[in-house]
């Protein structure tokens, strides 16, 4: 198979990238390497993934420099290409950097993603496997969140783009019978990571010995999601393009699922559902890094929610899997990480 991957100098997207190399297939790369966080941690990744081609024949890596609002460059890829699918991991992310810089979101994730689907729609690709968030549940109360769950609340605009996401991938497959599925990612984490997350921002200033800033005054959790289990569960939906469901002499385990679209459409949560108390987290990196974290607590900031928690019974009914990667063992891995590079 040839894949397109966007996003391929982000974090989930180098990972998958390298998997899919590794498993024998071609990789389309096409990212921006915009400076939102560090972009040499970027050009680290992506040089990674030139050495890792370099190991394998010739042709199976080629990568693209650029915008997704570039209507001409991302019609071009596809057209010289010709990928059998995409995997669409490129957005501008960042729940508080949606607040101060709102436009960045509309080009990237709105103009980007009507992009990716439109030459998606052009070129007959076999199945669209994009990034959503478990951002879209916003004020739902209801724990742990499920794909039926009313996802009409949101609480910044990173999400009402990733929810306006959905929503444009169910109207192109409705319309056109293009295979799409939205993954709803629920707090990602592991070696390679953003510097923008918490658990980067925290590794960073207890080994400076720097105040850690815990919001909230502590009182959150968070469901974390080790990188490989979602790297892993990215390619089996990737691998199993969406199917309509059938309208007559269907089966119940197949018609009556309320999460099933007459159109060729899924959404899946992709997450650990064990959430961790934010108290809890801190103390495990502090076990790794030797350190004791100094604290300075602070109120819930604008965009936050109190507690994430995902409902993955929908991913394991339909694959037989679900992420499993226990918070200490993912968290060591980081942290062993963390310490070979800084």
Not at 23 to 44: A, C, I, P, Q
Not at 69 to 90: C, K, N
Request: hydrophobic share 40%; glycine share 8%.
């Amino acid at each position: 198979m040839t894949y397109l991957v966007t996003g391929t100098a982000g974090f989930i997207g180098y990972h998958v990238a390298r998997e899919l190399l590794s498993s024998g297939h071609t990789v389309v790369g096409f990212d921006s390497v915009n400076d939102y966080y560090r972009v040499d941690l970027k050009e680290t990744r992506l040089a990674a993934l030139e050495s890792h081609a370099r190991e394998l024949p010739a042709g199976r890596w080629s990568f693209y420099r650029g915008s997704l609002e570039d209507t001409g460059l991302v019609s071009s890829v596809f057209a010289s290409r010709r990928p059998d699918r995409v995997i669409h991991l490129a957005a501008q992310a960042g729940v508080r950097y949606s607040i101060t810089n709102p436009r960045a979101y509309a080009a990237s994730n709105l103009d980007g993603f009507l992009n990716i689907l439109e030459e998606c729609r052009n070129h007959g690709i076999a199945h669209l496997a994009f990034a959503s968030s478990s951002s879209v549940y916003g004020l739902n109360r209801k724990v742990p969140f499920a794909e039926t769950d009313p996802v009409d609340h949101p609480v910044s605009l990173y999400a009402a783009t990733k929810r306006a996401n959905e929503l444009m991938a169910h109207t192109y497959s409705h319309l056109y019978g293009l295979p799409v599925t939205g993954m709803r990612f629920f707090t990602v984490y592991g070696p390679l990571g953003r510097p923008d997350m918490a658990y980067f921002k925290f590794a960073d200033a207890i080994t400076a010995g720097r105040e850690i800033e815990i919001f909230n005054n502590g009182d959150l959790l968070r469901d974390f999601t080790y990188v490989d289990d979602v790297v892993k569960a990215v390619i089996l939906i990737a691998d199993r393009p969406a199917l309509p469901a059938l309208c007559s002499g269907a089966s119940l385990e197949t018609d009556l699922l309320p999460d099933r679209s007459t159109a060729p459409y899924r959404i899946y949560n992709i997450g650990n559902s064990n959430p961790v108390k934010l108290e809890d987290f801190i103390s495990i990196i502090e076990r790794e890094l030797g350190i004791t974290a100094k604290r300075k607590y602070l109120p819930m900031q604008d965009g936050d929610v109190y507690m994430t928690a995902a409902d993955t019974s929908a991913l394991d009914r339909d694959f037989g899997w679900k992420p499993s990667t226990p918070i200490s063992e993912g968290l060591h891995n980081f942290i062993t990480w963390y310490k070979e590079q800084h």
